[in-house]
């Protein structure tokens, strides 16, 4: 009889599972709910600091720190010099305070001394290219990233064209507005051990670059992310915050709580970059898209920032594209859900659709006619079925924008990659005498729902309910595991948690056989009991024959177990107040594929998730800094607004289970590229206005009416 | 927020022995809810000596309504008035407009009185760095600046749109406000406790002295076949203030209007009477033709900064809608 171990695990055919491939509630999800979920900013230790960061309110200056009159204040106990000397951003953490309260914390804060010797600064475009402009990186405030393609064969290209489209789109600087600061709790009391109860997407990335701030070894340093309020790519390091944190905890030898206020936030805590793009592309007469010229400039602050590469997803006969960063005196953007990919598509799917127009094209046929995939053009179908594009009346030419009210809809496709990284996530499965089963990896639930996998995975392996299993993460003494980021989670960690039950199935079969002198083929679990041979065993009567120390299954990660590569459709229906420019989002439908779907209660959350912050970003999100006074004034959730509840329209999740893939991928920062063009042209498609410029504010669409009432077209 | 003293007088009189006490140096501001005052705190735009807290003083609280007319306490939260059912028949307006403000948080704990006395939004005046008119300084950084939310009406030298979302709706319906200081009592026309920054003290919107506090909104019952609303146009649908909103008070007998009170918000340093286009709508039969005359009569001296030209339209575009929710 050959052994099942040399099988290998194998994913299921989706109709026969018991967990998997459901809706599975998510295993914290009560926790959550009730306030009982403990995150880093829940945690209390005996004799704890709390600490507070000074941050220069000038965008580039020459600062001096004076923590003396912090230090004389009572219940400061520590304060510390950050940064000393040229600061280079809007908001740059030059010294903290560590207090016995967070109001003291404050105060000492307050009272740190800063001699700030103001140097002009560059803190937008124009400011940056401007002939005189300060130079905000030594090689300047404008650089080249990449060229592509051939721009005279897209001129000619161009020329030949049955119609041509020139246009600049444009995003702002977008927040990742995480419900959770950044920071983290550093315990270290003296000697060389430590440990980090952290806000991040990298629970063992964060542990060196403790150790190196608090001088000790790095195995020395534990780390601990039980539950975590969001990172969306902002928290792959232990970053200025966790640093700080550390700082403050060696200089006082007591646990320092910093997990920093919202204004700080907004002014350390990363971005999306904004971009500009200006597009020209071209269309034959039987609606192909022939050529495309396109420059982009991104701004990332002092970072680089990111535009994906254009064309994006759509096929086009010629292509020239290049891409530069225009540096500023701001906070560095950072990875956010899909870097580059929503500024590409708002720009290229708003071409798309103005070229479908000058063309006079059918929205959705056109898009299928430039898709190469497939795929696209069955998801295109679906989601415009389900939105109700085949009866709508405005299908190639916008409405007239007449009456008070118009109604327009909008498209957008997606693409990701979703698949796992090697070797880079293991994974422990116990089952104890008393029936206990815990499954175990170090890996961070950032909301996604990893810790509900982790527990299903198995239990589905074991036939037990998903209650059954307890899941172990966030924690650096549990098994390996990457970041959580590029949506790689999941085909990293899947398949090690897959193999680690396998293992553990086949060894307790194999147990049970020897034990009950029965062929190892015939033990199955199903069910909550063990059938083997004739008997049938209870699971917790099949775990007493267990030794003391139980049963331990490691799993490593396999790659026939994962795969990747998704696509995603999504379409949005408006309603235009013609008199207010109101834009009432009023429903968006998204299908999307992943291969298997782990849990489809989880999945169809992220997708709705991505609409919402899709939404979020078209119509209302925009960073203020005034280019005079330097400052930030959107450091506040007033000011920087981002969608509640009653912006929220009706949400038509579809999982698309034409995708037959048997292996889980990684999916949810494909579901947040395209809405916020699916927005764009929905208003277009309503009343005739383009809007290019996000966000899709009453402003804009009230210019725009009254542009398009003169005959004009807002530029 | 920087550590300050509070005390809870239990009358009115001690409460404004109290205020009365601040002046020069020393400021001491009374509390009320707290939904505007806290924050300011918070942001080090007031640090307060003292803190008078009014919530344990009896008899501010009250909603009450009769044939005569409608007074409402200082201190009754924004929730009960938009919940009084007195409220929403006989002064709609009133009533939308306590339900449209911040969330139902908010409105739980926030008072009538606080709410008129509401400082500014303006993202200048509201960042402790950016020392603007409204806080003492020399300019109003948002005349050439980040001014899509300021004043299109009434503006200079400070730019700010007054915040309240009852104050428009409270003129409308021809409310008077009693007070009480250290002088004694007096009433007052709602309309007239606002000062444009062009008149009063520049750092101040209202024509309140220290230690004066509002003790009761007044608001007479409307004649017959008057009916109201408040139509409030924000970004965002909660949590937000009003980029522009129109509270109108409209009779109309026999087919032709008699009586007409518009009051506009988020538009103007003050809420913003349009007296002209009132008299303009008397005597006529409501129709289209008539609103959109009116729309743009009510605008006709609106001078829009750089950013805020859009509430030029929008503002027409409300009080067309405002005209046609009540004929
Ligand atoms: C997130 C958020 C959203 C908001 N949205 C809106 C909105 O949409 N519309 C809107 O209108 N408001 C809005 N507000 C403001 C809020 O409604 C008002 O600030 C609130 O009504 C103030 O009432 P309060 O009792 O909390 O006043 P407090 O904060 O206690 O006091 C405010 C000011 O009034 C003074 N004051 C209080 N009572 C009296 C009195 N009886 N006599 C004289 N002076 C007095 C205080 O000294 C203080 O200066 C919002 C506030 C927040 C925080």
Partial sequence: MASPRRDGPVWKPRAENQLLAHDLPRVDGPLKVSGRARYSHDVRLPGMLYGRLVCCPVPCAEVAVDLAGALKLPGVEAAVVVHEGTTRTVGQVVAAVAARTVEEAEDGARAVRLSIEELPWAVDREQALAPQAPAVTRRGNRRERGEDGDAEAVARALAESHAVVEATYSLPVQHHVCLETHGCVCDYRGGDEATIYASTQATFGIARDAARVLDIPARNVRTIVHHMGGGFGSKFSLDIHGRVACMLSKECSRPVHLLVDRSTEFHTGGNRSGSRQHLRGGVSAEGELTALEAEAEMFGGVGGGAVARMPYIYSVGRVHARRASVHTHTDSSRAMRAPGHPQASFAMESLVDELATAGGFDQVEFRKRNLADPVYHRQLDRVALEIGWPGHPHRSAPGDAEGIEAVGIGFGVSVWGGGGSADACECEVRIERDGGVTSSMGSQDLGTGVRTYLAAIVAEELGLELSAVEARLGDNRLPKANASGGSVTTGSAAPAIKDAAHEARVAFAEHLAEVLGVDTGSVTFDGGVVRAGKETLSWSAACETLPDEGLRARGVWREHLQASGVHGAQAARVRVDLETGRVRVEKMVCVQDQGLPLNRLALRSQINGGMIQALSYALLEERLIDPDLGLLLSDNLEDYKIAGSLEIPELVAIIDDDDERAAPIGMAEAVVIPGAAAIANAIHNACGVRLRHLPLTPTKVLEGLAARARGEEVR | ?327
């Fill in chain 2, 1 to 327: 927020m920087k550590a300050f003293d509070y005390v809870e007088p239990s009358t009115l009189a001690e409460a404004v022995a109290a205020l009365a006490k601040g002046g020069g140096r020393e400021r001491i501001v009374a509390l009320a809810g707290g939904q505007d005052l806290l924050s300011e705190m918070q942001d080090h735009l007031v640090e307060p000596g003292t803190v008078v807290s009014l919530n344990r003083i009896d008899g501010l609280a009250h909603v009450r309504s009769d044939a005569g007319g409608l007074s409402v306490g200082a201190r009754a939260s924004l929730a009960e008035v938009a919940r009084d059912e007195g409220v929403r028949t006989g002064w709609t307006a009133l009533a939308e407009a306590a339900a449209s403000v911040g969330s139902p948080q908010i409105r739980s704990q926030a008072t009538v009185g606080g709410n008129l006395c509401q400082r500014p939004r303006c993202i200048y005046y509201r960042n402790e760095h950016a020392l603007c008119l409204k806080k003492g300084g020399q300019e109003c950084f948002a005349e050439g600046g980040l001014n899509h939310a300021n004043a299109i009406l009434g503006g200079g030298p400070s730019f700010i749109v007054h915040p309240s979302d009852l104050a428009p709706a409270l003129v409308a319906l021809d409310a008077t406000v009693r007070i009480t200081g250290p002088e004694g009592g007096r009433v007052e026309v709602l309309e007239g406790l606002f000062t444009l920054p062009s008149e009063g003290e520049v750092t101040r919107e209202t024509s309140l002295e220290p230690g004066e506090l509002i003790t009761s909104v007044e608001v007479p019952a409307p004649a017959a076949g008057v009916r109201s609303t408040y139509l409030k146009f924000q970004e965002r649908a909660s949590f937000d203030f009003a980029l522009s909103s129109v509270a109108l008070a409209l009779g109309v007998v026999e087919g032709r209007i008699n009586h007409a009170r518009i009051c506009l918000g988020g538009v103007a340093p003050v809420p913003w009477r349009c007296e002209r286009t009132e008299q303009l709508l008397v005597g006529e039969a409501p129709g289209e033709e008539l609103f959109a005359r009116a729309a743009l009569d009510a605008l006709e001296e609106a001078e829009p900064l750089e950013h805020n030209g859009y509430k030029v339209p929008l503002t027409q575009g409300l009080l067309r809608k405002a005209l046609r929710s009540l004929t």
